[in-house]
């Protein structure tokens, strides 16, 4: 009886492998997309626990539904006066941010 072999891979060599090494072009695009998409992903999870709709939190932080649905899939660039206004006005949070 033959027996198949797992093709499992490490994730960070699965992304090395479709993305390249950390420091060439197409990694760090992968990377600067994948923050984009963590942030709209943690605001949307953010307006959720908050029972909210996109609407209640643009008139919250004096912004458009449309701005936040943006930001939310990941179709926006946000400045960060823009996103430290949402957390504070949407939600009365601070934004702490870190560097790695």
Do not use: P
């Amino acid at each position: 009886m033959k027996t198949k072999q797992s093709k499992l891979v490490d994730l960070d060599d699965f992304i090395d492998n479709q993305y390249g090494a950390r420091g060439t072009a197409a990694r760090e695009t992968f990377e600067e997309g994948y923050e984009a998409f963590k942030l709209g992903a943690m605001l949307q999870e953010m307006r959720k626990e908050n029972n909210m709709t996109q609407e209640q939190l643009a008139a919250k932080c004096g912004t458009t539904k449309t701005y936040i649905s943006r930001i939310e899939n990941n179709a926006s660039d946000i400045r960060l006066s823009t996103l430290m206004r949402i957390v504070w006005e949407g939600f009365g949070k601070h934004l702490k941010l870190t560097v790695d």
